[in-house]
Structures are given as structure tokens and as C-alpha cells.
């Protein structure tokens, strides 16, 4: 999972040469969700190996809380904050160790009737082939089994693929940043 969050972290694209560290993106990104929740992560693989990943959370809050608990604290020891000042070199190493000493937590508006969160990612040879709609739908249907009321994501402003994929599955846009874009799904309906 983490080299697919990699391959795929510059937007769907290759983000290889922005890191030094290549585990750092899945460390943030891919690793805790199947340790926090294993019943929210699925898996696509082909003859090549894994394709791609679907991983969740029902409960941001509770999940974030888990990661301030017994995520962060290991890795913060691996990667000091001192880390967190930008080289100057292109990487984004240190976007991530910044993010790891100080996350950001989600707004209080957003967790109230969308409390579970989800990443996503496909390699481009697993991609416009239903396999992205497949595991969304399963996600989907395993939040609705929860009874959990609604679901978000952020997706980032220079992935305008994503961005109509998800308006395909049925999400909304909840808010525009500089970033990206917040986008929620009630799962009530």
C-alpha cells in the first residue's frame, strides 16, 4: 500500500522524486487506517501485483484521537521536528513531518454529519476500468452497514480527475481551499 500511495501522491501521479523518504506519504496517508480499522481497507491486485487500496475511517474524531494515541508518537520519534523546516530542494518530506507533529484536525462542521473519511488510490494501469467505482461501493456500503451517517474526503486542486470521480460516485463539494476541495456524501439516503 505505501509504494501505491507514493506512485500516486503528486495528485495520481508519480511523487517518487518528491520524497526521500519513500514510506513518508503512506505513513500519513495509508498505514494507520488498517490498523485502526481493518474492516475499512480493501485491496485490488492483478498479475502485477497490488493495484491499488480503498482504506476508511467510520469515526474521524475517534480515529484521530487513536492516532495522537498510538500512531504519531512512534513516528514522531523517528522523524524529529526539526525535519519539518523546508529544504529548499523540491522534496516534500518535510509537508509530511510537519503534518505528523501537527495535524490538522477536521472541522467540527464537517465530522458532525460526514464523521468517516476515506483514501483512495489506483495505479494508472488499474484505473478507468470500474475498479476505482468497485471499491468505493463497497466502502460504502460497509459505512451504510455501520449505520454511519456521512462520509467526506479531500481531494487535492490538481487532480481534476479525482475531483470528477468522486462527483460521479455522488459526492459534493463541501468547501474550496487553496489545496483542494473538501467533499461529502450523506449516506443516510
Not at 495520481?12 to 523518504?21: E, M, N, V, W
Not at 507533529?101 to 483512495?120: C, G, M
Request: aromatic share 10%; net charge negative; charged share 20%.
Amino acid at each position: 500500500m505505501y509504494r501505491v500511495c507514493l506512485e500516486t501522491g503528486d495528485s495520481g501521479r508519480d511523487a517518487t522524486p518528491l520524497y526521500r523518504d519513500p514510506e513518508l506519504l503512506g505513513h500519513v496517508y495509508a498505514g494507520p487506517y488498517p490498523l485502526a480499522d481493518p474492516g475499512l481497507t480493501w485491496v485490488a491486485y492483478d498479475d502485477q501485483g497490488l493495484l491499488g487500496y480503498v482504506v476508511a475511517t467510520a469515526d474521524t474524531a475517534a480515529f484521530e484521537q487513536w492516532l495522537e494515541e498510538a500512531w504519531w508518537p512512534g513516528l514522531r520519534a523517528r522523524y524529529p521536528r526539526r525535519l519539518a523546516a523546508d529544504p529548499g530542494d523540491g522534496t516534500q518530506d518535510w509537508r509530511r513531518v510537519a503534518h505528523l507533529h501537527d495535524p490538522p484536525p477536521t472541522p467540527a462542521d464537517v465530522l458532525h454529519a460526514h464523521p468517516a473519511h476515506l483514501h483512495i488510490d489506483l495505479l494508472p494501469r488499474g484505473q478507468g476500468a470500474g475498479l476505482g467505482r468497485r471499491l468505493m461501493t463497497t466502502l460504502i456500503d460497509a459505512l451504510r452497514a455501520r449505520g454511519v451517517p456521512g462520509l467526506h474526503l479531500g481531494v487535492g486542486s490538481g487532480n481534476p480527475r479525482a475531483f470528477a470521480f468522486y462527483l460521479a460516485m455522488g459526492f459534493q463539494e463541501a468547501r474550496r481551499a487553496p489545496w483542494g476541495s473538501t467533499m461529502k456524501m450523506d449516506l443516510r439516503g
